[in-house]
């Protein structure tokens, strides 16, 4: 399957479902199912070097300022470039894998969260996939 690596921050946002646009300066003619995972650079809060998701790359389009919302930013790049709308996020079990440049191939069983998980399951889904890998540094 197609994998993006996003930033640990960006590939949070979208998890939680707070992005679904990603500003990118270069595009594709491929749509369909990507695999989201997040690079492996440490940030306080997120999930690093891991395959969190799946979502549907819609279409491609110009980015404009009707984007910057849905792609959780505040201003305009300062460089052009497209905006990747995504829907039909699939939420994974978190899987690492080692993220690259660009669109990849990535070899991995998709194991997907069940859509319908009981409030007793997402919380040990939480507690047992998701805080173990949130990096949270010593305090000093």
């Known amino acids: 399957m197609k994998a993006l690596t996003l930033k640990p921050d960006w590939a949070m946002l979208m998890f939680q479902g707070d992005k679904t646009v990603e500003f990118r300066t270069w595009k594709t003619n491929y749509r369909g199912d990507i695999v989201i995972c997040s690079s492996a650079k440490k940030m306080r809060g997120c999930i690093s070097g891991n395959a969190l998701m799946v979502a549907n790359l819609k279409e491609i389009v110009p980015f404009r300022k009707a984007h910057l919302e849905a792609a959780a930013m505040d201003t305009m790049p300062d460089q052009k470039g497209?905006?990747?709308?995504?829907?039909?996020?699939?939420?994974?079990?978190?899987?690492?894998?080692?993220?690259?440049?660009?669109l990849f191939d990535v070899d991995i069983p998709i194991k997907y969260v069940p859509d319908e998980l009981t409030e007793d399951e997402a919380d040990e889904f939480i507690e047992t996939f998701l805080i173990p890998l949130i990096f949270q540094p010593a305090q000093q």
């Open 82 to 102: 497209f905006a990747w709308i995504f829907d039909n996020f699939r939420m994974l079990y978190p899987q690492p894998v080692k993220g690259k440049l660009g």
